[in-house]
């Protein structure tokens, strides 16, 4: 089923490209890795540097590193959108 549930995507995906072709628009997609998981304010990702991984349950949450309130979804639309502008910065390496 998750082949079925991939080409369905892909399909998807591509009628996304079209239309945007259509309407002289520029579609890109990008890699969501960390997207739901990184502070957009300080870079700080979730699960790493003794930070806890948040789990889905997790809808809001605080960075430890620079106290930004974050609502998990919003959060990850900023990283996407920084993601597909280029401007997503890596983290700046913490001192343990």
């Known amino acids: 089923s998750q082949a079925i549930s991939d080409v369905g995507w892909r399909r998807f995906l591509n ?3 079209y239309k945007a072709k259509l309407y002289d ?3 890109i997609t990008i890699d969501p890795k960390y ?3 990184r502070c957009h304010q300080c870079g ?3 699960g790493q540097n003794g930070c806890r991984k ?3 349950k997790d809808r809001e949450w605080t960075c430890p590193m620079c ?3 974050h609502i998990r979804d919003w959060n990850a639309a900023v990283n996407i959108l920084e993601k597909g502008l280029g401007s997503w910065q890596n983290p700046k390496k913490q001192v343990a």
């Open 15 to 17: 009628m996304l490209a």
């Open 35 to 37: 997207t739901t998981q």
């Open 67 to 69: 106290q930004t309130y």
């Open 44 to 46: 700080t990702i979730m």
């Open 54 to 56: 948040l789990k889905l």
């Open 25 to 27: 628009k520029e579609f």
